[in-house]
């Protein structure tokens, strides 16, 4: 890219667009906080992750009120938006997940199952939008599924078992194996939360 159409691209980014990159760095520390706690004797770490979902919510709520009050609602900001909320919660709740114990292959599929909910489940509600587009309102009026930044719930449970110590060999409900794999129970939260995300009888009034 040159020097050129790389400041035109810069140029182009609105003040919510900036506020929407602020959600998707927080996602990125909750990654890497995440791998860090990995690290023996880096116990803090995962609660650190877990504290950098809820900005990243903040963050994501503020961009939208900023577009509306100054009115500069774009293509460009939705696709940011998208690509920031798939970072902060759908594969940081994940890698946190694994982080805190679920790293069975069962889990792992789970947890791959989950993020993959969440891009289908963001993919479609941003060809909902472009077809409302043309309505007289031209806004989205309810939710099909539930949306992706819900999973903060599952960050707060993760965050909770982590506080107690109950991370790693002590996660809760423990472990099963079935067949070849692990499972940790606790990881089915994730695959009830991606299945709600992509449920199409599910509707939820968007405010």
Not at 47 to 62: E, M, Q, R, S
Not at 101 to 112: E, K, P, S, V
Not at 164 to 169: E, H, N, T, Y
């Amino acid at each position: 890219m040159s020097e050129k159409n790389h400041f035109s691209m810069i140029r182009g980014f609105h003040l919510a667009d900036w506020v929407t990159l602020a959600n998707a760095a927080c996602g990125m520390a909750a990654v890497f906080a995440a791998m860090a706690s990995l690290q023996p004797g880096s116990g803090i770490g995962l609660l650190l992750a877990a504290a950098f979902i809820p900005a990243a919510f903040a963050f994501d709520v503020l961009d939208g009120r900023i577009a509306r009050w100054r009115q500069q609602q774009s293509a460009l900001g939705r696709e940011l938006d998208s690509l920031a909320d798939v970072i902060s919660f759908g594969v940081a709740p994940a890698v946190i997940g694994y982080a805190a114990g679920m790293r069975g292959l069962w889990d792992c599929a789970i947890l791959g199952y989950f993020v993959c909910c969440g891009v289908s489940r963001l993919a479609r509600y941003n060809i909902t939008a472009e077809a409302l587009s043309t309505n007289e309102s031209g806004k989205v009026k309810y939710f099909e599924g539930t949306p992706i930044p819900t999973s903060l719930f599952l960050v707060m449970a993760v965050a909770v078992a982590a506080w107690q110590g109950r991370i790693g060999d002590a996660l809760w409900f423990g472990a099963v194996d079935l067949g070849p794999w692990t499972l940790h129970p606790l990881a089915l939260m994730y695959a009830v939360s991606g299945s709600l995300m992509i449920s199409k009888t599910l509707r939820i009034p968007k405010l």
